[in-house]
Protein backbone atom coordinates (compact mmCIF):
# COMPACT_ATOMS: atom_id res chain seq x y z
CA UNK A 1 0.00 0.00 0.00
CA UNK A 2 2.85 2.12 0.61
CA UNK A 3 4.12 2.11 -2.49
CA UNK A 4 0.69 2.97 -4.97
CA UNK A 5 0.59 5.61 -2.18
CA UNK A 6 4.12 6.90 -2.97
CA UNK A 7 3.33 6.76 -6.48
CA UNK A 8 -0.14 8.22 -6.36
CA UNK A 9 1.28 11.36 -4.17
CA UNK A 10 4.35 11.37 -6.65
CA UNK A 11 1.74 11.53 -10.04
CA UNK A 12 -0.60 14.15 -8.56
CA UNK A 13 2.64 16.61 -7.61
CA UNK A 14 3.78 16.04 -11.29
CA UNK A 15 0.29 16.37 -12.47
CA UNK A 16 -0.06 20.25 -10.78
CA UNK A 17 3.29 21.33 -12.17
CA UNK A 18 5.91 20.25 -9.07
CA UNK A 19 7.95 17.37 -10.54
CA UNK A 20 11.03 18.05 -8.57
CA UNK A 21 8.43 17.33 -5.54
CA UNK A 22 7.48 13.90 -7.54
CA UNK A 23 11.03 12.87 -8.16
CA UNK A 24 11.30 12.36 -4.57
CA UNK A 25 8.66 10.28 -4.42
CA UNK A 26 9.32 8.48 -7.77
CA UNK A 27 12.47 7.67 -6.55
CA UNK A 28 11.80 6.40 -2.96
CA UNK A 29 9.71 3.75 -4.48
CA UNK A 30 12.28 3.26 -7.15
CA UNK A 31 14.89 2.35 -4.21
CA UNK A 32 12.17 0.38 -2.09
CA UNK A 33 10.04 -1.35 -4.46
CA UNK A 34 10.41 -5.43 -4.50
CA UNK A 35 8.29 -6.34 -7.62
CA UNK A 36 9.40 -5.70 -11.34
CA UNK A 37 6.48 -3.29 -12.61
CA UNK A 38 6.82 -1.20 -9.78
CA UNK A 39 10.48 -0.71 -10.15
CA UNK A 40 10.17 -0.10 -13.96
CA UNK A 41 7.18 2.29 -13.31
CA UNK A 42 9.16 4.05 -10.47
CA UNK A 43 11.93 4.83 -12.36
CA UNK A 44 9.92 5.64 -15.57
CA UNK A 45 8.44 8.09 -13.87
CA UNK A 46 11.39 9.22 -12.07
CA UNK A 47 13.12 9.68 -15.58
CA UNK A 48 10.15 11.70 -16.68
CA UNK A 49 9.94 13.89 -13.82
CA UNK A 50 13.60 14.82 -13.74
CA UNK A 51 13.05 15.73 -17.63
CA UNK A 52 10.11 18.02 -16.77
CA UNK A 53 12.24 19.50 -13.93
CA UNK A 54 14.95 20.63 -17.02
CA UNK A 55 17.22 17.97 -15.30
CA UNK A 56 18.58 16.39 -18.68
CA UNK A 57 21.45 14.13 -17.93
CA UNK A 58 19.99 13.10 -14.38
CA UNK A 59 16.45 11.88 -16.38
CA UNK A 60 18.86 9.57 -18.53
CA UNK A 61 20.54 6.98 -15.81
CA UNK A 62 16.77 6.66 -14.73
CA UNK A 63 15.37 5.61 -17.73
CA UNK A 64 18.12 3.34 -18.20
CA UNK A 65 17.50 1.76 -14.77
CA UNK A 66 14.04 1.24 -16.08
CA UNK A 67 14.78 -0.42 -19.28
CA UNK A 68 17.37 -2.53 -17.35
CA UNK A 69 14.16 -4.29 -15.81
CA UNK A 70 13.26 -5.42 -19.32
CA UNK A 71 9.67 -4.93 -19.05
CA UNK A 72 7.44 -6.15 -22.36
CA UNK A 73 5.76 -2.61 -23.42
CA UNK A 74 8.15 -0.15 -22.15
CA UNK A 75 11.50 -0.53 -24.26
CA UNK A 76 10.43 1.44 -27.50
CA UNK A 77 9.23 4.16 -25.35
CA UNK A 78 12.50 3.97 -23.19
CA UNK A 79 14.93 4.17 -25.40
CA UNK A 80 13.29 7.07 -26.86
CA UNK A 81 13.13 9.00 -23.77
CA UNK A 82 16.88 7.85 -23.92
CA UNK A 83 17.92 9.51 -26.92
CA UNK A 84 15.46 12.59 -26.34
CA UNK A 85 17.20 13.58 -23.22
CA UNK A 86 20.65 12.95 -24.51
CA UNK A 87 19.55 14.98 -26.90
CA UNK A 88 18.61 17.65 -24.98
CA UNK A 89 21.76 17.32 -22.49
CA UNK A 90 23.87 18.35 -25.56
CA UNK A 91 25.01 14.52 -26.13
CA UNK A 92 24.08 14.08 -29.61
CA UNK A 93 26.18 11.17 -30.55
CA UNK A 94 25.29 9.10 -27.51
CA UNK A 95 21.51 10.06 -28.87
CA UNK A 96 21.99 8.20 -32.32
CA UNK A 97 23.59 5.56 -31.15
CA UNK A 98 20.57 5.34 -28.76
CA UNK A 99 18.21 6.28 -31.86
CA UNK A 100 20.10 3.27 -33.93
CA UNK A 101 19.77 0.64 -31.00
CA UNK A 102 15.78 1.00 -31.92
CA UNK A 103 16.43 1.00 -35.25
CA UNK A 104 17.95 -2.67 -35.02
CA UNK A 105 16.39 -3.92 -32.03
CA UNK A 106 12.82 -2.84 -33.30
CA UNK A 107 12.80 -3.01 -36.88
CA UNK A 108 9.65 -2.41 -38.99
CA UNK A 109 7.93 -0.81 -35.97
CA UNK A 110 6.19 2.49 -34.64
CA UNK A 111 9.11 3.08 -33.01
CA UNK A 112 11.64 2.69 -35.38
CA UNK A 113 10.20 4.95 -38.01
CA UNK A 114 10.07 7.63 -35.26
CA UNK A 115 14.01 6.74 -34.47
CA UNK A 116 15.21 7.23 -37.83
CA UNK A 117 12.97 10.70 -38.57
CA UNK A 118 14.45 11.46 -35.23
CA UNK A 119 17.66 10.62 -35.73
CA UNK A 120 18.07 12.12 -39.06
CA UNK A 121 17.49 15.77 -37.63
CA UNK A 122 20.31 15.44 -35.14
CA UNK A 123 22.72 14.86 -38.42
Do not use: C
Not at 35 to 61: H, M, N, Q, T, V
Amino acid sequence: AAIEADMTLGQLYYNHGRPEEAARFFKSVADRAQRDIDKAFAWSALGYALEASGKYADAIPAFESSDRINLVGMKGSLLHSIARNQALAGQGAAAKVTYDKVLTTMANTEHAKLAAILKSKLE
